[in-house]
């Protein structure tokens, strides 16, 4: 199993809770989604724990990544931010199961044997407030424009960055506000994240 996690407290104790399971060995351990996929294409693990928020590339990314490149890897994803929109985007990407971080040990270590079984596992609760949320309405160019407005960046600036009119990107930021009910960017922004869009 490969674990990636970026606190190295915890990531080390739950290597040390996973590898007390007969059945589970820990093969390696990352603190970046940047490095997931090279650890991956090294070690072959059967079975990827990848945490959302990471520094380099979002463990969601990183999922598609060995979709692509390590097909016979499964992906659980293991998140403090049980967000519907998560859930949908880790689907999205190849993910096979899905859990909050504030379950037992156990339970994770029942997760991974279902998983290798080829069975898909969510969390319950979360599974539900997916479904009753529905799709991400925004665009990706509406996401794009959100996120790199995030630093405090002038409608230019992220004409720059995007290589867009700035009329087209204040049509995309527009828009994006009317979708998440909000009423500017930096509230448009903080509800994406929220909802797991961005």
């Known amino acids: ?27 390696a ?5 940047d490095t997931i996929l090279d650890a991956a294409l090294a ?4 079975v990827a724990l990848l945490d ?3 520094p380099g590339k979002s463990g969601l990314d990183a999922a598609a990544d060995l979709r692509a490149r390590v097909p016979d890897c499964r992906v659980l994803i293991l998140t403090t931010f049980g967000r519907p929109g998560y859930l ?12 909050v971080k504030d379950g037992p ?34 665009t990706t160019r509406e996401s794009d424009a959100l996120k ?10 992220i004409a720059t960055r995007l290589h867009l009119s700035e ?15 909000t009423r500017n960017r930096t509230e448009a922004l903080r509800e994406a994240r929220r909802q797991g869009w961005l």
């Open 1 to 27: 199993m490969l674990l990636a996690e970026d606190q190295g407290m915890l990531r080390g104790a739950l290597a040390l809770l996973l590898g007390m399971e007969d059945d589970i060995e820990v093969v």
């Open 52 to 54: 959302i928020e990471l």
């Open 88 to 99: 949908r985007r880790a689907m999205e990407a190849g993910a096979t199961g899905f859990l």
């Open 105 to 138: 040990v156990e339970e994770l270590a029942a997760a991974i044997r279902r998983v290798l079984a080829d069975e898909t596992v969510v969390d319950p609760a979360l599974a539900t407030a997916a479904l009753s949320a529905g799709p991400n309405p925004l």
């Open 29 to 33: 351990q990352v603190g970046a989604g």
């Open 43 to 46: 070690h072959r693990p059967d």
């Open 167 to 181: 009329s087209t990107v204040r049509n995309y930021l527009s828009s994006a506000i009317g979708k998440t009910g």
């Open 148 to 157: 790199a407005s995030a630093d405090g960046a002038t409608v230019a600036d």
